[in-house]
């Protein structure tokens, strides 16, 4: 049995495309060819560059000394905080934009709710100079201003979802329906494994250099391949995917995925799609999500902007009812406190998706000989704000 995606696009149960007849040909194209291009050296060599002089790859693998301490285990980060744009989230975007020209794309659309994927999206467009149109709900672009500005000083335009209740789901449908309008010359950037197939895959494929690169690092340390534990946040699951990826199948090591509680589990103020979700189709593709009992998706709560999605992609839906992964929940208050404990013990200002990542080791014991690798996915800078109003500082 694997973990990894089947031929058909499914992780066990989950996945697929489910899609309207109208997106077909769109999809189709793409999942006849990204394979095929993803195996062209030629595309190796420019993503593989990219990756190393753009973006500043290989991340570092730390080894946090003061907090292996604190937790009496070994205890190392993976630092995705260091990438160009503060995130993970360009790993992916690098990746589509290279996708994109080969397929003879000339423009690009994407959805952002936090603005945090739109950043990283109006990045690898001027990079490369091409067309950007980002879609975002209006409360969204109330709420996310400094991204906003980001986006239209990298030259994207920037188009209100005035629709619903103009946030992520009413962004994602004004894309959608942008692509159905615009099938030759337009390709989609889906900022995190989820979406109808081949996205999960594909992104996963693009994330996975992170743990490509734990393997090696951690053999230099440790003289290993292999943590004792993998932790990663999961909202979409993307920087999870790229952690687990070259371990899927390897079941010595454990995967841990820590999803946003918000105020509690039970409070109807969450985003632990785990616990809460139940099988469903969202944005193309058939997981774990939040809903009523007739199918209404749930407005999901989180403090931090980028676990704040009401679903999970198909490969951590799978995870999760096969039990290969282990599904931890944790609160808004519990990730703010492991957040500054970070800036206190390490001098790094993690984002507050990470700070939920951190947070397991107040929610479980290791042992003093784990290893312990835990994906820093982002940097606190874009999170400021929300650690000055909690902490009052
Ligand atoms: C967007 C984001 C996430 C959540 O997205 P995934 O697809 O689950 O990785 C996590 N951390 C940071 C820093 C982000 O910007």
């Not at 292996?68 to 503060?86: F, M, Q, V």
């Not at 080969?102 to 994407?110: D, E, P, Q, V």
């Not at 990283?120 to 409360?139: K, N, P, R």
């Not at 080791?361 to 784990?370: C, I, S, V």
Request: hydrophobic share 40%; charged share 20%.
């Amino acid at each position: 049995m694997s973990y990894n995606i089947n031929e058909k696009g499914y992780y066990g149960e989950f996945g697929g495309a489910y899609i309207p007849e109208m997106l077909y040909p769109n999809v189709e194209e793409l999942r006849h060819n990204y394979l095929k291009i993803m195996a062209e050296p030629s595309f190796q060599e420019e993503f593989n560059a990219l990756l190393k002089d753009y973006v500043g790859r290989p991340s570092p693998l730390y080894f946090a000394k003061r907090l292996s301490e604190k937790y009496n285990t070994k205890i190392y980060l993976k630092r995705e905080d260091l990438n160009h744009t503060g995130a993970h989230k360009i790993n992916n975007t690098i990746g589509q934009i290279l996708m994109a020209k080969r397929l003879g794309k000339n423009r690009i659309i994407a959805e952002t709710g936090a603005g945090q994927h739109g950043v990283a999206t109006a990045t690898v467009c001027a990079l490369m100079g091409i067309e950007c149109i980002v879609y975002m709900g209006e409360i969204d672009i109330a709420r996310q201003a400094p991204n906003v500005a980001r986006m239209k000083m990298l030259g994207a335009t920037v188009i209100p979802a005035l629709s619903g209740s103009r946030t992520l789901k009413d962004a994602t449908n004004e894309a959608i329906r942008d692509w159905i309008n615009n099938p030759v010359d337009t390709h989609y950037i889906i900022g995190s494994v989820v979406g109808p197939h081949p996205y999960p895959d594909m992104v996963a494929k693009f994330q996975a250099v992170v743990s490509e690169e734990i393997k090696s690092q951690l053999l230099e340390k440790e003289g290993t391949e292999d943590p004792t534990y993998l932790v990663a946040c999961v909202g979409g699951g993307s920087n999870a995917a790229g952690t687990y990826y070259h371990y899927l199948d390897n079941e010595a090591v454990n995967i841990i995925a820590v999803e946003a509680a918000g105020l509690g589990v039970d409070s109807g103020e969450s985003a632990a799609t785990s616990v809460l979700g139940k099988e469903g189709i969202i944005h193309g593709s058939k997981t774990l999500l939040m809903q009523t009992n007739d199918g209404q998706i749930t407005e999901p709560y989180s403090i931090s902007a980028g676990l704040d999605y009401p679903g999970v992609g198909p490969m951590h839906a799978n995870l999760y009812k096969t039990g290969r992964a282990e599904f931890i929940a944790i609160t808004d208050d519990d990730a703010m406190k492991a957040g500054l404990d970070l800036c206190k013990l390490e001098g790094i200002i993690p984002a507050i998706e990470s700070s939920h990542a951190l947070a397991v080791f107040e929610h479980k014991t290791f042992k003093p000989d784990d290893i312990v690798v835990l994906n820093l996915s982002g940097r606190g800078d874009k999170d400021l704000q929300n650690y000055i109003d909690y902490f009052k500082l």
